[in-house]
């Protein structure tokens, strides 16, 4: 079976552009998180799904970052007009389930890396 | 709230040297712990994890034993190969206060043969 795919991989954006970083979870995976990791830091939590609704949002560093999944599968992150302090790896994982006070292992993709010239 | 801190990088070792990265957290309640190891070009792995106090963890050689009275969740590993160089994270997932993950700051293993 699959893993979490990200695409794409590797994105350049110059200065003020808008970009869109995609995530295909795990198939019925009902919960879905983005993070984001600055060289040489540990990942950071931005936002999180559970299924289309987008429980958590207080990662999102500033109003420019916007996430969506429309469907309950696929999400889209989008940064517009980036800047310069947006350049990290942008990493999407995916879970089976969530419920307050339980757990479920999440299962990460390889990351999108970002770098704003 | 919620955090983790581990020791700073990077660390080098001579292969079949023993390996201690320390590792300790701050939370409420009764987090699970877990260590993710990071190898060059590749995505976040999984290494262990441990969901409650006195649990240990291990694969591939490596161990972290959940120490709730120390808050710590140190790895080890006895004897360490080349193919171990990565960046290793500790991890927390609280999930009284929500389901995502808490990381430290890496730290980066180079073995040496």
């Known amino acids: 079976g699959a893993g979490v795919s990200q695409s794409p991989r590797y994105k350049v954006a110059k200065r003020g552009q808008d970009v869109a970083l995609r995530c295909d979870p795990i198939s019925g995976h009902v919960s879905l998180f983005w993070y984001q990791q600055a060289l040489g830091q540990g990942p950071e939590f931005l936002t999180y799904f559970q299924n289309e609704a987008q429980l958590d949002k207080s990662g999102l560093p500033s109003d420019r970052f916007f996430a969506e999944r429309p469907e309950g599968s696929v999400s889209t992150l989008k940064i517009q007009r980036t800047q310069q302090e947006d350049s990290a790896v942008y990493l999407c994982?995916?879970?089976?389930?969530?419920?307050?006070?339980?757990?479920?292992?999440?299962?990460f993709g390889p990351g999108t890396r970002l770098t704003v010239l | 709230g919620n955090s983790v801190t581990q020791m700073e990088g990077p660390v080098t070792l001579s292969e079949e040297a023993f390996l201690t990265i320390n590792c300790t957290y701050t939370a409420t309640g009764y987090p699970s712990l877990f260590w993710y190891v990071q190898y060059p070009g590749e995505g976040l792995q999984l290494l262990l994890k441990a969901t409650k106090a006195d649990d240990k963890g291990s694969n591939k050689g490596f161990e972290a034993t959940y120490r709730k009275e120390t808050t710590s969740f140190h790895l080890e590993k006895g004897s360490v190969q080349v193919s171990d160089s990565a960046v290793y994270f500790c991890?927390?997932?609280?999930?009284?206060?929500?389901?995502?993950?808490?990381f430290g700051t890496g730290t980066s293993l180079t073995v040496i043969p």
């Open positions: 991890a927390l997932v609280n999930p009284n206060t929500g389901n995502q993950f808490y």
């Open positions: 994982a995916s879970s089976l389930g969530t419920a307050v006070g339980s757990y479920n292992e999440q299962f």
